[in-house]
């Protein structure tokens, strides 16, 4: 067995701490969902549960729809990842952690247009000068941002009014599609 470094508890109702520094290195936030399974070995896992992840194949569809309609580099999120990506490498962004900037936008639930002139710019990723948002909306459920839209470009690439838009029809979708 190996060894974490960190044991805790069970109390009486079953209930067990996840320590900050877990929790902060996966970005774990209050009200998260964790899906909870086991395996052969015994195990039990708690996986951070992402619902617009469980739409894999029609999020990766739909990137691709999103690239071809406004030319631009297209990708769909969860709060933590990017789970479908269109118009750019693949390899580079698939499945990397979001930029904090990204995740604070999601958050706040606001929309992000870069206009002529911006000078703020939303990383894609952490520690990446390669890509940066033109359009972020987010993907808001219940009242629950869980995840976003985001057209991306080099950071002199200003988006127009109809990417915006079309990043909202995208974002208004998939909130239906989950709370449906």
């Known amino acids: 067995m190996k060894a974490t470094g960190i044991v805790r508890r069970i109390d009486d109702l079953g209930r067990v701490v996840i320590p900050k520094e877990i929790r902060r290195t996966m970005r774990i936030r209050e009200g998260d969902p964790l899906e909870i399974f086991t395996n052969r070995d015994g195990e039990v896992i708690f996986k951070k549960y992402s619902p617009i992840g469980e739409l894999g194949e029609f999020a990766m569809q739909y990137a691709e729809s999103l690239a071809k309609t406004s030319n631009l580099p297209a990708c769909i999120t969860d709060r933590d990842t990017v789970i479908a990506v269109s118009g750019a490498s693949k390899r580079e962004i698939l499945e990397k952690p979001v930029s904090a900037e990204l995740e604070r936008l ?75």
């Open 106 to 180: 999601m958050s706040s639930k606001t929309s992000y247009t870069k206009a002529v002139g911006t000078s703020k710019l939303v990383p894609l990723m952490d520690g990446n000068d390669k890509h940066y948002a033109s359009v972020v909306c987010p993907i808001i459920a219940d009242g629950d941002t869980i995840g976003s839209v985001v057209f991306f470009s080099d950071e002199k690439a200003i988006s127009s009014e109809s990417d915006e838009k079309l990043a909202q029809a995208a974002a208004g979708f998939f909130a239906r599609h989950m709370e449906g």
